[in-house]
């Protein structure tokens, strides 16, 4: 694949959903490119996680195409193309933490052997070594959100989808595992699509955001985050930061005002 | 550091073992205390409401137990002896009762749970099948089903058979809920892993639905002991505690004790059954300790 051929084609997409007359999407046109890290940012009910959801073949769009290294979504989903992490961890509880990372590999039918050794680096990668044995209510919910993310990075995909993979844990895990997720990022070099509700998220993480409005779901506009690489604790305090955190925040601002009062997220 | 805290753990484990079975032991003694205590009233203040209290109608405890170690007829083994074997008997017919029943209302409830239109079209006969009187089925279960049987089961195995009929269904009734339950981000999970019916079937939807099917063995084991010993009635098989209930029945203005020494030995079987049950879910369902029910 060349450098230039993007990871996501997402052209003319519209999403509507049939009770309600609800418009999710309108006329959406984005291309995520290798290696990139892209955050989409919105109110509720702008779209953002249908948006991901019609990436990965989880939602029909109305009209429109998403292409997906090249192919149809429902051809790279079917190819296991792609990684995926909820807000919620989706550990299967009757598993224990190192089987249920083994879980996409076992889909890939990978015999034991290579199954445990990329486990065991897995574990390494997402420090939970030694916690391979628990079971996953044996875990904080920080914990669980790495051994998800763990099993979306097993096999490998080229994208990985996260669904506000953080929402539900407290700041302070939050932060440490913005981190971990970058440094992830940076040794797997693949291409992420990030829904989060948090602008200074967001930003931290990402090479661009995509800032959407509600109501219809439309990008409202693009900020490349120009932040030195890697990013660290630091990075957070770099006057730039502040600047685009001001700007992802009078975009959303901006097209905001109109939305009076707030409705039912879609 | 990780010995230290097994040792605590197995300590722990002995300590509340012992606690349970003093207080089973407490129970049992309170039971006892509170039928003695009731007798002694009910006989002393000549009360006959709701029923007169006498030694047919309410034998001592200790005749009761008593009777487990006397024969029940001259040159005849002791009682309890001649139960324990009865028991064996009858466990035999509920346990293979038992899992012809889980087997069936599985595999009934996977199939059904994959077609609304199968679910519909077979649901209200199988509803149906238990507001018929177990009584009235098992005489025609024994005229269809022993004839078939080998002669090594001929007897017991149709009493089996009609011991299922009362465990399937909880079993097929908990297993279309318990596959149903699966999460629904768990589902979407493995479609992004393009994962077949099949393997989405046993991968997820019947691991989630363990505790639902464990709810209904529990149902199911107590109900298989009950369904055949109710079974043995029409087969007019003497070796079950079926035979020995009807026959101490006809001498019960007599003997009483031996009836009552009889329906222990039947809730105990009950018990026995229940308890293997919890022990096997232990072993299999694993879950959150806080969502242990």
Not at chain 2, 150 to 173: D, E, K, M, N, R
Request: with cysteine; proline share 6%.
């Amino acid at each position: 694949m060349s450098e230039q051929q993007p990871v996501v084609e997402i052209r003319n997409v519209t999403k509507t959903f049939a009770h309600g007359n609800v418009t999710a999407l309108q006329d959406i046109e984005l291309d995520f490119h290798p290696r990139e890290f892209v955050a989409l940012i919105g109110p509720s009910g702008c779209g953002k996680s249908t948006l991901l959801r019609v990436i990965g073949d989880l939602v029909q769009p109305t009209s429109g195409t998403v292409t997906v290294n090249g192919k149809s979504a429902r051809q790279a989903r079917n190819d296991r193309d792609y990684g995926i992490v909820f807000q919620d961890s989706v550990l299967f509880e009757w598993r224990t933490v190192a089987k249920n990372i083994a879980l996409p590999l076992e889909m890939l039918r990978w015999d034991k052997a290579r199954r445990r050794d990329r486990v065991a680096e897995m574990m390494e990668l997402v420090e939970l070594k030694g916690f391979g044995d628990h079971y996953p209510w044996q875990l904080s919910g920080g914990m669980q959100q790495r051994a998800s993310i763990a099993r979306a990075f097993a096999f490998e995909p080229a994208l990985l989808l996260m669904d506000e993979p953080f929402g539900a844990l407290d700041e302070m895990t939050r932060e440490r595992l913005n981190l971990e997720l970058l440094s992830i990022w940076e040794r797997l070099q693949s291409t992420v699509v990030f829904v989060t509700h948090s602008i200074s998220e967001a930003v931290f993480l990402s090479t661009r955001v995509v800032v959407m409005s509600p109501r219809p779901g439309r990008i409202a506009g693009v900020v490349p985050i120009d932040l030195p690489s890697p990013r660290s604790a630091e990075t957070r305090e770099d006057p730039r930061f502040f600047e685009l955190v001001t700007e992802v925040r009078e975009l959303l601002r901006k097209r905001g005002e109109h939305l009076l009062p707030e409705e039912e997220p879609v | 550091m990780a010995f230290a805290s097994r040792d605590k753990n197995t300590r722990m484990t002995y300590r509340r073992a012992l606690t349970r079975t003093a207080a089973v032991a407490t129970l049992l003694l309170a039971l006892a205390g509170f039928w003695e205590l009731y007798r002694w009233t009910w006989s002393s203040a000549g009360w006959t409401w709701p029923f007169a209290v006498d030694s047919t109608s309410m034998p001592h405890v200790w005749t009761i137990l008593k009777a487990f170690g006397q024969p029940a007829q001259v040159n005849q083994p002791s009682l309890g002896n001649i139960l324990f074997h009865k028991a064996l008997f009858t466990a035999k017919e509920s346990a293979v009762g038992f899992a012809i029943g889980a087997v069936v209302g599985f595999a009934l409830g996977v199939v059904l749970a994959h077609s609304r239109l199968l679910q519909r079209g077979f649901l209200p006969y199988l509803v149906a099948s238990q507001t018929v009187p177990i009584l009235a089925i098992a005489p025609m279960v024994v005229v269809w089903v022993n004839p078939k049987l080998p002669a090594a089961v001929q007897g017991w195995g149709a009493v089996a058979v009609i011991a299922s009929y009362l465990t399937f269904f909880p079993v097929l009734i908990n297993t279309l809920r318990g596959l149903h339950a699966a999460d629904t981000r768990a589902l979407e999970l493995m479609r992004t892993y393009a994962a077949t019916r099949w393997t989405v079937l046993w991968k997820l939807r019947v691991p989630a639905s363990l505790p639902y099917v464990f709810a209904a063995l529990k149902l199911a084991a107590t109900a298989s002991v009950v369904g055949a010993i109710i079974g043995e009635l029409p087969s007019g098989l003497q070796s079950g505690l079926g035979g020995a209930i009807i026959n101490f029945n006809q001498y019960y203005s007599i003997e009483p004790q031996e009836l009552w020494a009889t329906n222990i030995v039947a809730a105990l079987l009950g018990i026995v059954f229940f308890v293997v049950i919890v022990i096997a879910e232990k072993l299999v369902v694993r879950r959150a300790p806080e969502a242990v029910g």
